[in-house]
């Protein structure tokens, strides 16, 4: 419940959100990656805070992982660079460390590490959303949103 359109669509009653009552047919265990890792992101209510844009903008960057490329690991194959979706690309595996990621363009879909045969892009946080622990403090803030809602549309 921590796919906020999932969490949505239960407290509307669209559609069946309970694991345990979704039935599923075919063989869907031979879609599953076996080292699949999931990408742990912030929920956005940086947007609920009453800032200007360029100050949320600022925050929100503090809380978002960035790709860099590792360089044991990086064969230098270009598979990233073609399969980044922003043209021109965001990431340049053959350019000089400082240079790989143009943080401007990137769009944080994290394709170049989907993409890497290698491994060799790993997804870093900044420093501020290594020492404060922003997702626990947005699902606490999500669940008492959901719960003064709730509560509101109760006939009292």
Known sequence: MRVPLLAAAREQGFGETSLERIRVIG????LCVPDFKPVEQVVDLLRLLPLPQPALN?????WTLRPQIVDGRCTRCGICEKGCPVTPPAIH???SPA???DDNRCIHCYCCHEFCPSHAIELRAPWLA???PLETLADRASRLVGFLSSSRRRPG
Not at 27 to 30: E, F, G, I, L, T
Not at 58 to 62: A, E, P, V
Request: aromatic share 12%; charged share 35%.
């Open 58 to 62: 600022w925050l929100r960057r503090q």
């Open 99 to 101: 240079e790989r990621l």
């Open 130 to 132: 290594r020492h404060l």
């Open 27 to 30: 063989d869907w265990q031979s």
């Open 93 to 95: 595996p053959h350019a």
